[in-house]
């Protein structure tokens, strides 16, 4: 048990390292042009929320998604994290990003695994054409 726990947060910790650039540039854009930075311009107001609650997030997603199953569960896991977005964009969806996007993932794993047998003896025909 202890050794999933171990695992589970090694598999988080990785995803957020991978993007610690874009907490890094987030942190210089607010320092420099926020409310309170050096100097403070109104006019980057929406570009600060864009990054806060749109790209954050789809990035965390992106990349838990792509450590759970390549490409396939990156888009599946960013489609969802929009979802997410979509219903809530008043605050950042970060955590929820960080457990829905490779739950996506492993959601769509799955699903790939029990359809394989079922259509691709369909699909094998029509690549040779």
Request: glycine residues 10%.
């Amino acid at each position: 048990m202890k050794e999933k726990f171990q695992k589970t947060g090694q598999f988080i910790s990785n995803v957020m390292i991978s993007n610690i650039g874009i907490f890094i540039a987030y942190g210089l854009f607010m320092a420099i042009f926020g409310e309170y930075g050096w100097f403070p311009m109104k006019e980057f107001k929406g570009i600060e929320e864009m990054i806060r609650i749109a790209l954050i997030p789809f990035m965390i997603a992106l990349t838990g998604g792509y450590r759970l199953y390549g490409r396939r569960g990156a888009v599946t896991a960013v489609i969802a994290i929009v979802g997410a977005v979509a219903y809530r964009d008043d605050f950042s969806m970060v955590f929820a990003a960080l457990f829905m996007g490779p739950l996506a993932a492993f959601t769509i794993q799955k699903s790939d695994f029990f359809l394989e047998k079922k259509i691709l003896p369909y699909v094998k025909p029509c690549q040779q054409l």
